[in-house]
Each structure stands twice: as structure tokens, then as C-alpha cells.
């Protein structure tokens, strides 16, 4: 346990479904990050939040939408998605951003299928 | 824009056996590196974090190095278990941007 829980675990949605996917984080940290993990390619970014200001945008299609309540919750809004957005999910967070050096922690992770 | 690169993309070696992941990045104005582990269809889990200032971290049988010059890792597993089998990702943090290489899949045979 990574003190990162991430649900649901699996998701399986239509194209015009939609849906959220949720991460929380009790390890008191400022900074939170989704990442999108295909298969056969490595790590891709999304989004960063830190002390509840999206930070990063890594030129993620519209029909993701994050959303960050407070410090310690992460959303990720999902609408109109795509068959090629199939993929695992992570959540992770870490103490904060920027001219630090934080080590990142991640949780389990989303699997979604659009079908 | 930052590239990570990690050799060899699989590797299988029997149970005991010393050995070694490598890791390059095309930008040295990194902050950190971190090496994780992932096991199928989970999530990653922290291995071990250098920082920008340091050359090499060492937990257990594990040990990294970092050459920032010159845009290098890797991460050293001394005698080797079947327990160690899983993918081994190496990232690399610059600000608010964590970059990560494809990953080297081990297999340690019993």
C-alpha cells in the first residue's frame, strides 16, 4: 500500500457514456498527477495539481477533464471517449511541485476499456 | 524535449545472477531521477529517488547511479530473485514534467 487509493479498479464505458475516476492520497502531500499508461508506450503526463492549481496540461484532448476538490482528492472526468483511450490510469502524488525534489507515489491504477 | 531511453527492453537472467538496467535522458537539467518497479496490471512502486546533486542511492540489494553529464543511470540488483521479475521504469523530473523511459522487463528464472 502506497497510502494512493484509485477507483473504480476497472471500468469498462461506451462512447457516449459518462464517467469519473477517483484517486485520494492520505499521505498529507500538496501535489497530485495523472498519468495515462498505453500499452507499449511509456508514461505519458496529464495533468498536474498542486495545492488544488492544475500546474500542467499536456495538451490532453477535452474529454478529459480533471477536477481537484482539495489536496488530498482527484477526479479525472471522462465523456465522449475514444476506442484509443483504452488504457491504465494512474494516480500519483507527491509532496509538492517545482524547484523541489519530491519522489512521487502512485496508486494502483484504473483499468479502462471503451468499447 | 526530453527523451528517456532504457536497455535492454527485456532481460532474462537465472535466479542469482548480478545485474544491470541502464537508463539515458537526452537533457541533464534534471532535478531527480527515480527508479520504480511494476508488476502486470498494477500500479509503480518507488525503488529509489537520486537527486540531481547526488551520484548514487543504494536500499537492500539495489543500488542506482547517477552521471548527469553525460545523461546516465543505472540501476545495479545483486543477486537476483525470482521474486525481482517485473518491469523496471526509470523518470526523470525536471520542474512540474516527469519523463519516463519504456521500461526493461526482468524475468529472473528459478
Known amino acids: 500500500e502506497t497510502g494512493v487509493t484509485q477507483t473504480p479498479r476497472h471500468l469498462v464505458m461506451g462512447m457516449t457514456n459518462k464517467k469519473s475516476l477517483k484517486c485520494e492520497q492520505h499521505?498529507?502531500?500538496?501535489?497530485m498527477y495523472w498519468y495515462k499508461q498505453s500499452a507499449k508506450k511509456p508514461l505519458e503526463l496529464m495533468f498536474v495539481?498542486?495545492?488544488?492549481?492544475?500546474?500542467e496540461n499536456n495538451s490532453v484532448p477535452s474529454r478529459f477533464s480533471p477536477e481537484c476538490p482539495n489536496s488530498s482528492h482527484l477526479f479525472l472526468h471522462l465523456h465522449t471517449l475514444q476506442p484509443e483511450d483504452s488504457a491504465l490510469y494512474l494516480c500519483a502524488s507527491s509532496q509538492a511541485t517545482g524547484t523541489g525534489s519530491y519522489e512521487q507515489y502512485f496508486g494502483p491504477g484504473t483499468r479502462l476499456t471503451v468499447t | 524535449k526530453q527523451e528517456v531511453t532504457q536497455i535492454p527492453a527485456a532481460l532474462s537472467v537465472p535466479e542469482g545472477e548480478n545485474l544491470v538496467l541502464n537508463c539515458s535522458f537526452t537533457?541533464?537539467?534534471?532535478?531527480?531521477l527515480q527508479w520504480f518497479r511494476q508488476d502486470p496490471g498494477k500500479g509503480l512502486t518507488s525503488l529509489l529517488l537520486i537527486q540531481s546533486s547526488q551520484r548514487e542511492q543504494t536500499s537492500g540489494r539495489l543500488n542506482a547511479s547517477l552521471d548527469k553529464s553525460s545523461g546516465r543511470s543505472t540501476l545495479y540488483i545483486a543477486a537476483s530473485q525470482p521474486g525481482d521479475s517485473a518491469t523496471y521504469l526509470c523518470a526523470v523530473s525536471n520542474n512540474n514534467d516527469m519523463r519516463f523511459g519504456a521500461g526493461t522487463r526482468l524475468t529472473v528464472k528459478p
Open positions: 495539481y498542486n495545492f488544488k492549481e492544475q500546474t
Open positions: 537533457d541533464s537539467a534534471i532535478y531527480n
Open positions: 499521505l498529507g502531500h500538496n501535489a
